[in-house]
């Protein structure tokens, strides 16, 4: 995708991605400038492979982030059943739904 000054902005204002790291990787960088991947500083020093578009690779970070601090949390959410319908220990059911024709048995219908 092709950012724009405005998406870059935005990112920065929603913490998408981090100002001080996009600081030090585009130290002179004009606010109305999008950075391509020769201007970074990672790049200029060969740290990086380079030929990516650097506003995805810092989103990327920011990805992969949320992904570690959900997997901190490996706790499924349990959903709770409704016990209204289902029986309890003693094989009782608590309440007749509505509607239920409870005269003969409807199972063999």
Not at 18 to 40: A, K, M, R
Request: glycine share 8%; hydrophobic share 30%.
């Amino acid at each position: 995708m092709k950012y724009t000054p405005r998406h870059i902005k935005k990112f920065l204002d929603e913490g998408k991605i981090d100002p001080e790291l996009w600081q030090i990787h585009f130290p002179h960088l004009l606010p109305s400038h999008v950075p391509d991947c020769g201007e970074c500083e990672d790049k200029k020093s060969d740290l990086c492979q380079g030929g990516k578009n650097p506003v995805d690779c810092f989103l990327g970070i920011h990805a992969d982030e949320e992904a570690a601090k959900l997997a901190g949390t490996d706790r499924k959410v349990l959903r709770k059943k409704s016990k209204k319908f289902f029986p309890d220990s003693k094989g009782k059911k608590v309440k007749v739904p509505a509607g239920a024709n409870i005269t003969f048995d409807q199972s063999k219908m």
